[in-house]
């Protein structure tokens, strides 16, 4: 059966336009595209519309990954819609967290940090580059790069 993925940042223009390029390179090596619905969202929706961040673009084309999403924000029936919300940082967690209104629902263990996946890296979060240099984009592949073949190795198995 086919699983709904979706990756959730802060403005959908950065971190999970890039997770979702960097999901979509690994399930396309590994022939799994057949298995799996892929999208991204962010919790603001400053952006909504435009393409990923050309800074974010040009770091993801340069390990050969073409990031074609337009930014859009998450919508309560998101969490209702995908089977895996894997999202970027704690902000994240806690804003989509406050979308939903029965603390006992089935919905709160869909959310996850994304590098709890991660076989390498202790960080907990992935550091919003927004703000800074070219190594924070350099590093955001880096880290989805890592997490993402855990996250696959746990959906298939
Ligand atoms: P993202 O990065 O959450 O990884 O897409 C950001 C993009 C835009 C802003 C903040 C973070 N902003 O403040 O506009």
Known sequence: MVKKILFVCLGNICRSPAAEGVFK??????????LFVVDSAGTGGWHVGNLADPRMRETALSRGIELMSRSRKI???????????????NDNLYALK??????ESPVNSKIKLILSY?????????????????????????????AMDGLIDSLIN
Do not use: A, C, T
């Open 118 to 146: 991660s076989k390498n890296s202790q960080l907990e979060e992935v550091p919003d580059p927004y703000y800074g240099g070219q190594n924070g984009f350099d590093k955001v592949i880096d880290l989805l790069d890592d």
């Open 25 to 34: 390179q690994k399930i396309k090596e590994r022939d799994l595209e057949k």
């Open 98 to 103: 406050s979308l939903i209104k029965d603390p």
């Open 75 to 89: 919508e309560e029936s998101d969490l209702y819609e995908f089977d895996h919300i894997l999202v970027m940082d």
